[in-house]
């Protein structure tokens, strides 16, 4: 028997409808695919899936944010970023079928609906404009990437890390769930070197820190920042 429809899936599916990959397609289309997708429950700090394991579809988060990271045989990671609800991930896998480049984790309680690689090739293969959509992705990923090797050649911790929460935030008040040591991994630096500027910005109320969550108060002065001013 299906399993019951929420209305945070039914909401969910019809984001995911609206989703640039899907909403040039026919409605009939849209409805169709997105009637493949299932709902997935992750708690916080659980494991969605490892670097090399097998790829087998593509995921939008509808409530919750997940981490996405890179370990080193030496044990330490690199944080390459953060999805947010609306946005998805796993899409290098849906397209060739093989394993898994890096490690997904829940960095909070999230919500998850699946899109399996077999019900998506079937209409990727009849629907350009889809796969057009998909490439553009996949390109903005890269790009997202270059951009971080290069902010970590160029530029200063603190530049990098006003960057970094600027990326992840979209206006004033907004928070990520992201440890201090997350925030490390993600802009190449350590704990105890980001200490001193997170202070700093607390106490000129820039950026308020709690249970593990950063609340940016003050994009402004970031965005200062992070153009090195």
Same mark, same amino acid.
Request: a neutral charge.
């Given at each position: 028997?299906?399993?019951?429809?929420?209305?945070?899936?039914?909401?969910?599916?019809?984001?995911?409808?609206?989703?640039?990959?899907?909403?040039?397609?026919?409605? !009939?289309?849209?409805?169709?695919?997105?009637?493949?997708?299932?709902?997935?429950?992750?708690?916080? *700090?659980?494991?969605?899936?490892?670097?090399?394991? !097998?790829?087998? +579809?593509?995921?939008?988060?509808?409530? +919750?944010?997940?981490?996405?990271? !890179?370990?080193?045989?030496?044990?330490?990671?690199?944080?390459?970023?953060?999805?947010? &609800? +609306?946005?998805? /991930? *796993?899409?290098?896998?849906?397209?060739? =079928?093989?394993?898994?480049?890096?490690?997904? $984790?829940?960095?909070?309680?999230?919500? %998850?609906?699946?899109?399996?690689?077999?019900?998506?090739? =079937?209409?990727?293969? $009849?629907?350009?404009?889809?796969?057009?959509?998909?490439?553009? $992705? %996949?390109?903005?990923?890269?790009?997202?990437?270059?951009?971080?090797?290069?902010?970590?050649? /160029?530029?200063?911790? &603190?530049?990098?890390?006003?960057?970094?929460? %600027?990326? %992840?935030?979209?206006?004033? *008040?907004?928070?990520?769930?992201?440890?201090?040591?997350?925030?490390?991994?993600?802009?190449?630096?350590?704990?105890?070197?980001?200490?001193?500027?997170?202070?700093?910005?607390?106490?000129?109320?820039?950026?308020?820190?709690?249970? *593990?969550?950063?609340?940016?108060?003050?994009?402004?002065?970031?965005?200062?920042?992070?153009?090195?001013?």
């Amino acid at each position: 028997m299906p399993e019951p429809l929420t209305s945070t899936v039914i909401a969910g599916r019809a984001s995911l409808e609206q989703h640039f990959l899907l909403r040039h397609l026919e409605p !009939a289309a849209r409805k169709r695919i997105v009637g493949y997708a299932r709902n997935k429950h992750y708690a916080a *700090g659980e494991t969605i899936f490892l670097k090399g394991s !097998a790829g087998t +579809g593509m995921m939008a988060v509808l409530r +919750g944010e997940v981490r996405i990271s !890179a370990p080193s045989r030496q044990g330490k990671e690199i944080v390459l970023n953060v999805i947010h &609800p +609306g946005e998805v /991930f *796993g899409e290098i896998a849906l397209l060739d =079928g093989r394993e898994r480049t890096a490690d997904a $984790t829940a960095l909070t309680e999230c919500e %998850l609906l699946v899109l399996e690689r077999r019900d998506v090739l =079937g209409f990727l293969e $009849t629907n350009p404009k889809a796969c057009l959509k998909l490439l553009e $992705t %996949l390109c903005e990923r890269l790009r997202r990437t270059t951009e971080q090797v290069e902010d970590v050649v /160029f530029l200063q911790l &603190p530049n990098r890390m006003a960057k970094a929460l %600027l990326r %992840l935030t979209k206006r004033d *008040g907004d928070h990520v769930k992201l440890s201090q040591r997350e925030l490390a991994n993600l802009v190449g630096g350590t704990r105890e070197s980001m200490n001193k500027y997170l202070g700093e910005w607390k106490r000129d109320e820039v950026i308020t820190i709690e249970d *593990g969550s950063i609340t940016v108060h003050d994009r402004a002065a970031l965005e200062l920042i992070a153009e090195g001013e």
